[in-house]
């Protein structure tokens, strides 16, 4: 099997604001891909006008994005819900959301000549979808909103947008404003105003007002950006709802999603009774205990924002449902084994720690303010076991502190105890830049020294001044069990070869003869660190995936695509598939699918976005040809001496108009990083690349690397709507050529003097 290469990672720690909303900022130098300095025009999506329906209704939408030329679909992720053209020029479909179709977020990708674009969210829904009109940017100008009702709007840039509903006295009013669960740009600012303009009340983190009339009137409703930012990638939906909405759920994981109960604390629950807690608004909730399987059940991502590190929990997005009306989406993770025992609450000392039986989990709350809780979980000399605690993973903003002692106990009971470790932040992010899953839980390996037991002490650094009993978590102790997750992320990444920043909305989207990568990331759980062998299911004839394994103790490597001569267009869904030997078993692992939220045109200035998708999309166009096509000829890996000499043959292909001379640099082995340039003359078809091996000092191994140069040229689009077209763009991007593997050997030992 051969190896592909690992993109670098990088282990950091970081601040509030970057850990849940942004990727690190630290420098990296990456292998480029055809997206980097000004790209071949690729399919990309910003965003979907309106992004909802009501369910068993339809709705005229429109696209807004990049290079969406020649459309010829819009793909949903659920059956149920399909599009019918109705202005290719303006990018405008008639969608239909059939009637059995759940509430809940799924997933709409535009299909055109330049491919599937990337993912964004669109919302069935149980109310009645209203539009939003240019114009409503005054009190005057107000558009009504009634009950039970949705507005679909856009932020208007340095301007609120104004909407009013009617207010009759004791007459409970919830309000909900969606964005950035949406993958808005939007940094929502909700304000509630009297008929007069005087403020009422101000949403809180999740957007919601809960605002019961003290008289009949008129209330006003007001949006706008944080920083006042505006256009079409700034959409919010307005729910003004007479359902029911969950602030959060307890306990945060489940063992079974069929027999397990949760405990609801929301506003109007039907059915419900006082809980006795109040929300950081001050006002009173209620709680309902249900069964999962009575919820509304919705694959992740659901509505519901989530920092990607949650990928490391399965799990489920869920409505709960009053009549007709669905309440705000929640997630609830699942777990293995038993159901999690529940914080009793009288655990704030060491002697008063709460007993948790080993494996085993408990789920509490950082509640009341600086709130302090300990368990002792039994340990048996010489297992090794796993600590965590989760919290951030699911969605808290919290900020966990965990001290943990092992103390062990004699068999007349006396204990000895051994130095306390504090325990913050994991910092490890095999994700990089573009998929961050560094956070602020604890994880932690230890082996057991002697019989005994864990004492652990959590505390959220957080939680020091609001009473916010949403402040949810788990803590685990289980024994060390080997394992893995797969993510598949289609890269864009900073150019070796320029100095540009910025961070694409990439999709998997080949043209006849390119090559294009996906990271494929591993998440290690327990003492596994061996190999993991790729393969994709679901690909078309045409498109090779190249040798690739995660190597043993690596966290990611690259996936390659190739559309060669014999591909035929296609679109369609695909699955990255990692197998490895867990022992003396062979264990398979479907790689999620992830995705960049916004193009970011520096990551040191503004934040990296991304989340899960719910599939991994594939589009081959061959009516559309990579300009420069490098095939290397022969079958490698090529071998050769690490105190000799390597030949690598190469044939050139050029379509259109590209008639500079290219300069090819190779990328991929550090020794090689000074490595001339292979220059190919316009005319030229055929070069080989020669590779003095002891000279570099490329050490004995097997290496990837590929070839990249910099082309300027007019780029030809391909047939439109099933018409050949004049369109031509200026472009200027880095080309790529399939992965090179070679095989550097050991210098033969010299023979021995015959005596």
Same mark, same amino acid.
């Given at each position: 099997m051969l190896n592909c290469p690992a993109w670098p990672t990088v282990t950091y720690g970081m601040n509030l604001i970057r850990l849940f909303r942004r990727g690190a900022v630290v420098p990296l130098i990456y292998l480029a891909v055809a997206q980097a300095l000004g790209q071949l025009p690729t399919a990309r999506m910003t965003a979907i006008f309106p992004m909802g329906c009501q369910i068993g209704a339809e709705v005229e939408v429109q696209v807004h994005g990049a290079d969406l030329d020649g459309a010829t679909g819009l793909r949903f992720s659920h059956p149920g819900i399909s599009a019918e053209m109705t202005n290719v020029g303006e990018r405008k479909f008639k969608v239909r959301v059939a009637g059995k179709v759940p509430a809940g977020v799924y997933e709409a990708r535009f299909a055109g000549a330049l491919g599937f674009t990337n993912p964004r969210p669109f919302v069935v829904s149980s109310l009645v979808e209203v539009l939003s009109p240019d114009g409503n940017t005054t009190r005057e100008t107000a558009i009504s909103l009634g009950v039970n009702s949705v507005v679909n709007g856009t932020a208007v840039s340095r301007q609120p947008v104004w909407f009013k509903v009617a207010a009759i006295k004791g007459q409970r009013l919830l309000l909900r404003v969606s964005a950035a669960a949406l993958d808005s740009r939007l940094n929502p600012v909700v304000l509630l105003r009297d008929s007069a303009g005087e403020r009422l009340a101000r949403g809180n983190d999740a957007g919601l007002i809960d605002y019961t009339p003290a008289a009949d009137g008129e209330c006003l409703i007001q949006i706008h950006d944080a920083s006042y930012g505006g256009g079409t990638e700034y959409f919010f939906r307005l729910e003004n709802s007479a359902g029911p909405h969950v602030d959060f759920v307890s306990p945060p994981v489940v063992s079974s999603f069929t027999g397990s109960e949760v405990t609801l604390y929301g506003r109007n629950l039907p059915g419900s009774k006082p809980s006795g807690l109040k929300a950081v608004d001050g006002l009173s909730l209620e709680?309902?205990?249900?069964?999962?399987?009575?919820?509304?059940?919705?694959?992740?991502?659901?509505? +519901?924002?989530?920092?990607?590190?949650? %990928?490391?929990?399965? /799990?489920?997005?869920?409505?709960?449902?009053?009549?007709?009306?669905?309440?705000?989406? =929640?997630?609830?993770?699942?777990?293995?084994?038993?159901?999690?025992?529940?914080?009793?609450?009288?655990?704030?000392?060491?002697?008063?720690?709460?007993?948790?039986?080993?494996?085993?989990? %408990?789920?509490?709350?950082?509640?009341?303010?600086?709130?302090?809780?300990?368990?002792?979980?039994?340990?048996?000399?010489?297992?090794?076991?796993?600590?965590? *605690?989760?919290?951030?993973?699911?969605?808290?903003?919290?900020?966990?502190?965990?001290?943990?002692?092992?103390?062990?106990?004699?068999?007349?009971?006396?204990?000895?105890?051994?130095?306390?470790?504090? =325990?913050?932040?994991?910092?490890?992010?095999?994700?990089?830049?573009?998929?961050?899953?560094?956070?602020?839980? *604890?994880?932690?390996?230890?082996?057991?020294?002697?019989?005994?037991?864990?004492?652990?002490?959590?505390?959220?650094?957080?939680?020091?001044?609001?009473?916010?009993?949403?402040?949810?978590? +788990? *803590?685990?102790?289980?024994?060390?069990?080997?394992?893995?997750?797969?993510?598949?992320?289609?890269?864009?990444?900073?150019?070796?070869?320029?100095?540009?920043?910025?961070?694409?909305?990439?999709?998997?989207?080949?043209?006849? /003869?390119?090559?294009?990568?996906?990271?494929?990331?591993?998440?290690?759980?327990?003492? =596994?660190?061996?190999?993991?062998?790729?393969?994709?299911?679901?690909?078309?004839?045409? %498109?090779?995936?190249?040798?690739?394994?995660?190597?043993?103790?690596?966290?990611?490597?690259?996936?390659?695509?190739?559309?060669?001569?014999?591909?035929?267009?296609?679109?369609?869904?695909?699955?990255?598939?990692?197998?490895?030997?867990?022992?003396?078993?062979?264990?398979?692992?479907?790689?999620?699918?992830?995705?960049?939220?916004?193009?970011?045109?520096?990551?040191?200035?503004?934040? %990296?976005?991304?989340?899960?998708?719910?599939?991994?999309?594939?589009?081959?166009?061959?009516?559309?040809?990579?300009?420069?096509?490098?095939?290397?000829?022969g079958d490698d890996p090529f071998t050769g001496l690490i105190n000799g000499k390597l030949t690598i043959p190469l044939k050139f292909k050029r379509t259109g108009e590209y008639n500079e001379k290219i300069n090819f640099k190779v990328y991929g082995i550090s020794q090689l990083q000074k490595f001339p340039e292979l220059a190919v003359n316009k005319d030229q078809t055929e070069a080989s690349l020669e590779i003095d091996l002891a000279k570099f000092k490329v050490p004995a191994g097997q290496h990837t690397f590929q070839l990249a140069a910099t082309i300027k040229g007019k780029y030809q689009f391909p047939p439109l709507n099933g018409k050949k077209t004049d369109k031509k763009k200026d472009v200027t991007f880095q080309s790529f050529s399939p992965p090179i593997v070679v095989e550097v050997k050991p210098a033969p030992e010299p023979a021995k003097k015959k005596k």
């Open positions: 709680q309902l205990t249900v069964k999962i399987s009575e919820l509304i059940h919705g694959d992740r991502p659901g509505g +519901v924002l989530l920092p990607a590190a949650t %990928v490391v929990l399965d /799990g489920g997005v869920f409505r709960l449902a009053k009549g007709k009306i669905a309440s705000n989406p =929640f997630f609830v993770g699942l777990i293995e084994g038993k159901s999690p025992a529940i914080e009793q609450g009288d655990n704030e000392t060491a002697d008063r720690a709460q007993t948790i039986p080993t494996p085993g989990l %408990v789920a509490g709350r950082f509640f009341p303010a600086r709130d302090v809780d300990c368990f002792r979980f039994p340990i048996k000399k010489d297992e090794v076991y796993w600590l965590e *605690v989760f919290s951030q993973r699911l969605g808290k903003k919290t900020n966990p502190y965990v001290t943990a002692q092992l103390i062990g106990v004699a068999k007349d009971g006396k204990e000895s105890p051994e130095p306390a470790k504090e =325990f913050y932040e994991i910092k490890d992010n095999p994700g990089g830049r573009e998929f961050n899953i560094a956070n602020r839980d *604890v994880s932690w390996r230890f082996q057991a020294k002697s019989d005994g037991y864990c004492r652990v002490i959590a505390r959220d650094l957080f939680n020091q001044v609001e009473d916010d009993p949403g402040r949810g978590y +788990v *803590v685990t102790l289980n024994r060390e069990r080997p394992g893995f997750r797969l993510l598949a992320h289609p890269r864009t990444v900073p150019s070796a070869l320029g100095s540009t920043k910025a961070i694409e909305l990439m999709v998997t989207h080949l043209r006849k /003869g390119t090559t294009l990568p996906v990271q494929i990331i591993a998440l290690r759980e327990g003492d =596994f660190n061996g190999p993991i062998r790729i393969s994709i299911e679901g690909l078309p004839e045409g %498109v090779n995936l190249h040798p690739c394994e995660i190597r043993a103790r690596q966290k990611s490597a690259t996936a390659f695509l190739t559309a060669t001569e014999p591909a035929a267009s296609f679109t369609g869904n695909i699955r990255f598939v990692g197998k490895a030997m867990i022992g003396d078993r062979e264990v398979a692992q479907v790689a999620r699918p992830t995705a960049t939220v916004h193009r970011v045109g520096d990551y040191d200035k503004e934040p %990296v976005f991304s989340r899960l998708a719910k599939g991994s999309a594939l589009s081959v166009n061959v009516d559309d040809t990579e300009p420069i096509q490098v095939t290397v000829v």
